[in-house]
T-cell receptor, first 112, second 114 residues
Framework: DAKTTQPTSMDCAEGRAANLPCNHS???????VYWYRQIHSQGPQYIIH???NNETNEMASLIITEDRKSSTLILPHATLRDTAVYYC?????????????FGGGTRVLVKP | DSGVTQTPKHLITATGQRVTLRCSPR?????VYWYQQSLDQGLQFLIQ???????AKGNILERFSAQQFPDLHSELNLSSLELGDSALYFC?????????????FGEGSRLTVL
């Protein structure tokens, strides 16, 4: 699985959009981009995933560049409950049987 | 609630002892994954089972073992415990490939070795 690079930490203001970047320059054509988050020692939580098209769900939006070498997770209106560590992961296939390899993630602090 | 149940939530034991952590996956999920999270190591993949068979192995120590039973629940056995084994142990499950392939994590078992 391709490696990812994320900023170690970032702050954002409550109510504003939070844009979390991720670089995955060695991503292969069959690798998906997944985002998970972990809120203070709870189990990691799936947020969103994509292959090459931009994706949106009730939690966030995922923007993947055309060359697929980087992506941005957007939390449209950050709340204090969004304070967490966010992990960007690339993974060979969405099929069962493929583990997730977690890096250091980005520690996001949402401030009032 | 992810649907994945882990017991016990907290466990305190002494060095040299043996413990068993239990995981019940979401209904219908065939894959179970075990992860270890200690303060200085982040989330480390230990092992994965699929429908009772070992599918992938990560950085799992020889003192640790796991299995998945016919009812699909899984147990992680940790023996000859050392202080450094103190960590959060997460179990996750995933479906058989029909969905997006995301992993659903339990709330973890916090092991403290004194």
């Amino acid at each position: 699985d391709a490696k990812t690079t994320q900023p170690t930490s970032m702050d954002c203001a409550e109510g504003r959009a939070a844009n979390l970047p991720c670089n995955h320059s060695t991503i292969s054509g069959n690798e998906y981009v997944y985002w998970y988050r972990q809120i203070h020692s709870q189990g990691p939580q799936y947020i969103i995933h994509g292959l090459k098209n931009n994706e949106t769900n009730e939690m966030a939006s995922l923007i993947i560049t055309e060359d697929r070498k980087s992506s941005t997770l957007i939390l449209p209106h950050a709340t204090l409950r969004d304070t967490a560590v966010y992990y960007c992961i690339v993974r060979v296939s969405k099929a069962a049987g493929n583990k997730l390899t977690f890096g250091g993630g980005t520690r996001v602090l949402v401030k009032p | 609630d992810s649907g994945v149940t882990q017991t016990p939530k907290h466990l305190i034991t002494a060095t040299g002892q043996r413990v068993t952590l239990r995981c019940s996956p979401r209904s219908g999920d065939l894959s179970v994954y075990w992860y270890q999270q200690s303060l200085d190591q982040g989330l480390q993949f230990l092992i994965q089972y699929y429908n009772g068979e070992e599918r992938a192995k990560g950085n799992i120590l020889e003192r640790f073992s796991a299995q998945q039973f016919p009812d699909l629940h899984s147990e992680l056995n940790l023996s000859s415990l050392e202080l450094g084994d103190s960590a959060l142990y997460f179990c996750a499950s995933s479906d058989s490939g029909q969905g997006a392939g995301e992993l659903f994590f339990g709330e973890g078992s916090r092991l403290t070795v004194l």
